[in-house]
């Protein structure tokens, strides 16, 4: 058995795809090396890091060669082999040729259904020392990067120039290729400033020590760990605490070999402004942390994560203070120009920028959400109309201001700041502040009602437009994130703040608010295609929570209720405990089954109680029309679990109808009726689910 240290050097990863490029270079090596053979039961892979210039890795127990082979063809059958003078057949001539062999080296194989010719060829494995190279080579032209480049006068494409690569197999070079002009060795390379190297490195433990003493820390877990313990030092040494986001240290870990966390300051002028600004300026400009008091206040230092252990630290810092500095100087600049416009003054200038090309300006697209929002509150909040109005009229106001030119990130947050200044009220600046929300699967959902209105109103009008201009999401394309519009849409619907409304009909009325002509597609086509498409989102989103036959019952009937949806599968959760549950679920698919198989002019019917001839049919007619009449009004008022109760006293009917009588009488009129009876039974079920699509237990007979 052997041991791989392999390392692949380059150009510095772009941090946000280090982390699954160390995972995909160990799941593919260990995938390649066992489809090669060259695995058994004591071969693992002993770990997979990386660092911005280098993925390594290390696999102990490879097979020294792949095991011999032997495959057995078979040929034609024996009694066809030869003629009668025992000369072969041209079909067994024709075997032995495919096999490389004459008829002489053939064999006798007896099998159950006879005896035939066969030849059984022999391939002794590869050693690894040649099975290695082609599969590298093969791994790194596969890598699946978001972006890759070529570089010089090659065709080698990797995410950036390969600059060394590492590859010793039990201490030894393997004669591998990164590119068409790095070559596998033996020689490492350290910290780019702090010990560039290289370094001749002999095994895995020669190739840590290494990097260790040539201030590179190889694990992203230790660079994680590392800056989270500095920066959480320095910040308690100022009396506060740091704004620990996993997604900025696991960033800064990908942008360090060898993690310093610093302190830096600001001068305190700078908090006056929003402290969303201040952060936004720390955390996605510069990546730097936020420190705060125990008051929950900015104070004004931060932490920075250097990649160099400077002789003098605070050359570092002053650099890093600089930067922040001209950042916090362009918001302040614009925090004051920004507030001379009263926010309601800025509407007419969002005629002059365009949402889309199609669809017209986003001034076009704030008064038709202010109307759907203020149709939404009709709704759900009629007193909140006024309110939801303007705050969905003013929402996209910050659009054009300074601030959030300078700073994307800050859009909405900043509309609430500027309508709070501009003397609008708490509920509608706060409206605006979250309407944006929420913007991916784990951001929060607007705190306030108005604030979920005016978001409701946004995705939907944003939603109705693209999919009424046929731009609908392919494969990994969605350029206006509706993917992320209509999981926002379902989770704000399903939240519980009282949000049950029909789909259906605000889909139709954002149609309406476009002025003629803009939409390709009708009201009722735009609608259907939208609400297969937030069904399809609402599908993956409930399986968190619940089984998926559960889902795929209720979800067949395309109720465009999301809270109905949910409390349908809900109850039939509670249902699937009952005793009666395999029966009632068995009975469906039987009748479901039947009805699929009878011809099509044999359904359709009503029954006809005066042609009920055996007291069967009769008893089973008569508790599905009781529980029909019962149901009905359960339905309308949701009581989906009382609805399920009396649909369970079907069971014993359904049993004695299906023990005493055969559905496909040969008499065509009982035939029908009884067919008809089972379409009944099945339509009761239907009001609330599909019942054919439910799993039976593994133990239901």
Not at 214 to 243: C, F, P
């Amino acid at each position: 058995m052997s041991d791989l240290l392999w390392e692949i050097g380059c150009e510095e990863i772009p941090a946000r795809m280090l982390g699954e490029a160390i995972r995909h270079f160990g799941e593919a090596t260990m995938a390649a090396l066992n489809e090669a053979g060259l695995t058994d039961g004591a071969t693992r892979l002993a770990w997979c890091d990386g660092t911005p210039r280098r993925l390594a890795l290390a696999v102990t127990g490879i097979a020294a060669r792949q095991a011999d082979r032997e495959e057995t063809k078979r040929g034609p059958a024996l009694e066809r082999a030869f003629d009668a003078q025992g000369n072969p057949t041209k079909a067994t001539e024709g075997f032995a040729q495919s096999c490389g062999a004459t008829v002489a080296d053939l064999e006798r194989l007896q099998t159950p259904k006879g005896a035939y010719l066969a030849y059984t060829i022999r391939q002794a494995g590869s050693p690894a020392t040649g099975i290695l190279p082609k599969l590298m080579a093969g791994i790194l032209a596969a890598f699946p990067w978001p972006k890759s480049m070529r570089w010089g006068s090659g065709q080698t494409r990797f995410v950036r120039p390969i600059r060394w690569m590492v590859v010793l197999l039990d201490g030894q070079v393997l004669e591998a290729r990164a590119s068409e002009s790095v070559m596998a060795g033996n020689q490492t390379r350290g910290h780019r400033f702090m010990a560039p190297g290289p370094f001749t490195v002999t095994d895995e433990a020669s190739y840590r020590a290494t990097l260790a003493a040539n201030r590179v820390m190889l694990s992203l877990d230790a660079r994680s760990t590392a800056i989270r313990d500095g920066v959480t030092r320095l910040a308690e040494a100022e009396g506060g605490q740091a704004w620990l986001d996993a997604g900025l240290i696991q960033e800064n870990a990908g942008l360090t070999e060898w993690p310093l966390p610093m302190l830096g300051r600001f001068d305190p002028i700078y908090l006056e402004i929003p402290p969303e600004v201040l952060s936004t300026s720390m955390k996605h400009h510069q990546k730097y942390f936020p420190v705060q008091g125990p008051d929950g206040a900015l104070k004004p230092c931060f932490v920075a994560v250097a990649n160099l252990d400077a002789p003098d630290p605070s050359v570092l810092v002053r650099g890093y203070e600089r930067v922040l500095r001209a950042r916090l100087e362009d918001a302040a600049f614009y925090w004051r120009e920004d507030r001379n416009i009263p926010l309601p003054e800025r509407l007419p200038a969002l005629d002059k920028v365009v949402f889309q090309a199609r669809l017209g300006t986003v001034g076009e697209k704030a008064r038709r959400i202010a109307t759907l929002a203020g149709a939404l509150a009709e709704r759900l909040d009629p007193d909140a109309k006024p309110l939801a109005e303007r705050a969905a009229l003013l929402a996209k106001c910050d659009l054009v201001t300074g601030m959030v030119g300078e700073f994307p990130e800050l859009q909405g947050i900043m509309g609430g700041y500027y309508a709070r200044h501009a003397g609008e009220s708490e509920p509608v600046a706060r409206a605006i502040q979250e309407h944006y929300r929420p913007q991916g699967a784990g951001d929060d959902l607007p705190a306030s009602r108005l604030g979920r209105l005016v978001s409701l109103a946004d995705k939907l009008d944003t939603l109705v437009g693209c999919f009424g201009i046929g731009l609908v999401p392919t494969g990994t394309k969605d350029p206006f994130a509706l993917r992320r519009a209509a999981l926002g849409v379902i989770r704000m619907l399903l939240d519980g703040e009282g949000m049950a409304v029909a789909l259906r009909p605000l889909l139709e009325l954002a149609h309406a608010g476009f002025a003629p002509g803009v939409l390709e597609r009708n009201a009722a086509t735009t609608a259907q295609e939208l609400l297969e498409f937030i069904h399809g989102r609402l599908e993956g989103h409930l399986k968190r929570d619940f089984a998926p036959d559960l889902i795929e019952a209720v979800e067949v009937l395309r109720l465009d209720d999301l809270t109905d949806v949910v409390a349908r599968i809900e109850a039939l959760r509670a249902f699937k405990t009952r005793e009666s549950f395999p029966a009632l679920v068995a009975a469906n698919k039987r009748i479901a089954n039947i009805l699929g198989k009878a011809p099509a002019e044999e359904k359709g019917h009503a029954v006809t109680p005066a042609a009920l001839r055996e007291e069967a049919e009769s008893a089973l007619h008569a508790e599905v029309t009781r529980v029909t009449e019962a149901i009905a009004p359960l339905l309308a008022g949701r009581q989906y679990d009382a609805a399920l109760e009396n649909l369970a006293g079907l069971r014993g009917s359904i049993d004695r109808f299906f023990d005493a009588l055969l559905v496909m009488d040969p008499d065509a009129a009982v035939r029908r009726n009884r067919l008809a009876l089972l379409g009944a039974i099945r339509a009761g079920f239907s009001h609330l689910a599909d019942f054919s699509r439910l799993a039976l237990p593994d133990n239901a007979g």
